[in-house]
């Protein structure tokens, strides 16, 4: 067996390197802040955030994706007790090339600003 080490790998066409048709790393990723002024704190093809009212917000890729059928993923931390909380894409909004609207849900269902949002996209780059 043959072992290969890198320390980066590029895909000789551009865009997101694969293994059996496969992405190796998240098209996009952001950790914001999504209370008073939202802010990104860390990011990866994550062009800007969008504040679009209580608990939703826009994430904004600096690269488009290859279409709208990519998945996202999140997780968040508030600061009110007990730190139960969900995360859903925004049911009011469908997913755009450009970017992907998200809503936070507490656990009692209510959407609600949260001090750290977390989103991972998975998918093909345009």
Request: proline share 3%; net charge neutral.
């Amino acid at each position: 067996m043959s072992t290969v080490k890198a320390n980066d790998l590029t895909n000789v066409t551009g865009g997101i390197p694969t293994v059996k048709s496969q992405q190796l790393i998240p098209t996009a990723w952001v950790s914001f802040n999504g209370t008073g002024t939202v802010a990104i704190k860390d990011a990866e093809n994550v062009s800007s955030i969008s504040d679009l009212g209580t608990g939703i917000y826009r994430v904004n890729f600096a690269v488009n994706m290859a279409n709208t059928n990519y998945c996202i993923q999140g997780s968040n931390i508030g600061s009110l007790a007990p730190n139960y909380y969900s995360f859903i894409a925004a049911n009011n909004a469908a997913p755009l090339v450009t970017g992907i609207a998200v809503q936070v849900i507490r656990y009692d269902a209510v959407i609600s600003d949260m001090s750290h949002v977390n989103v991972t996209v998975m998918g093909g780059q345009a």
